[in-house]
C-alpha cells in the first residue's frame, strides 16, 4: 500500500453498507407505523409521519444537490494526482476492502487558483470492493491531464470532477424518497381511519 493509500476503519455502524442502514431505517418507520395501527391515540401517529417527513427530507434534498452541479461553472483544470485509495471495513464475519478514486486537482476560476480532491459532491461515493471498476473510474484522470472542472458558483474554493453521483447512491436517495412518502401516507391514512 503507498504513502497516500490509508487503510481506515470505520467503527460502530459505519461497518455496514450505506444501503443496508437506510433500509433499516426505513423498516424501523414502517414497524412504528404499525405499531399506531395497533394502538392509536391523537398523536401516536406523528411519530411515523415525521420519520416519514425526515426521510422524504434527506431523499428530496440528496437528489436536488446532486442534479443542481450539472448547473455549476465549468472551468478547466489539470490532474494532478491520480491513485486508489482504500478502506478496510470491519464486519461480523471478518473485514473486507471497499476502494475509491482519489484524483487531486488543480483549477482556475474568476477568483483565482484552487487546488480540490472532491471527486464528486457525496461523500464516500463511487466506493466499491472491485477494484477494477474503481479503477476504471479513474481512466479519464490520468496525472498531468487537462479536464472539465465544475465549480460551486457561490463558494468557488468547492469543486468536483464528476458532476453526478453514482447510480448505487442515487438509488438510495429515490428509496429514501419513495420510504419516506409511504410511511407518511400510512401515519395519516391510520390517523384518518383507525382513531376511535
Not at 473486507?96 to 476560476?109: C, L, N
Not at 464528486?120 to 474503481?134: G, H, L, Q
Not at 438510495?172 to 409511504?182: I, K, M, S
Request: glycine share 8%; hydrophobic share 45%.
Amino acid at each position: 500500500m503507498g504513502a497516500d493509500v490509508r487503510a481506515q476503519m470505520r467503527p460502530g455502524l459505519g461497518a455496514l453498507p450505506e444501503s443496508v442502514l437506510y433500509v433499516g431505517a426505513i423498516a424501523a418507520a414502517f414497524l412504528l407505523a404499525g405499531a399506531v395501527v395497533l394502538y392509536v391515540d391523537n398523536y401516536a401517529w406523528l411519530a411515523p409521519f415525521f420519520v416519514g417527513v425526515g426521510l422524504i427530507t434527506y431523499g428530496a434534498g440528496a437528489l436536488w444537490r446532486a442534479a443542481n452541479v450539472t448547473t455549476w461553472l465549468k472551468v478547466q483544470g489539470k490532474v494532478l494526482k491520480s491513485t486508489l485509495g482504500e478502506v478496510l471495513i470491519p464486519g461480523s464475519y471478518g473485514a473486507y476492502t471497499e476502494y475509491y478514486p482519489v484524483v487531486q486537482f488543480e483549477y482556475w476560476s474568476p477568483s483565482g487558483h484552487f487546488v480540490s480532491n472532491k471527486f464528486t459532491i457525496s461523500p464516500r461515493d463511487y466506493r466499491n470492493a472491485d477494484r477494477t471498476e474503481v479503477q476504471q473510474s479513474l481512466t479519464p484522470y490520468p496525472v498531468g491531464a487537462t479536464t472539465e472542472v465544475y465549480v460551486c458558483p457561490k463558494d468557488h474554493r468547492l469543486a468536483v470532477l464528476c458532476p453526478e453521483v453514482s447510480a448505487r447512491r442515487r438509488s438510495q436517495y429515490h428509496a429514501a424518497l419513495v420510504g419516506g412518502a409511504l410511511v407518511s401516507a400510512i401515519s395519516v391514512w391510520v390517523a384518518l381511519h383507525a382513531a376511535p
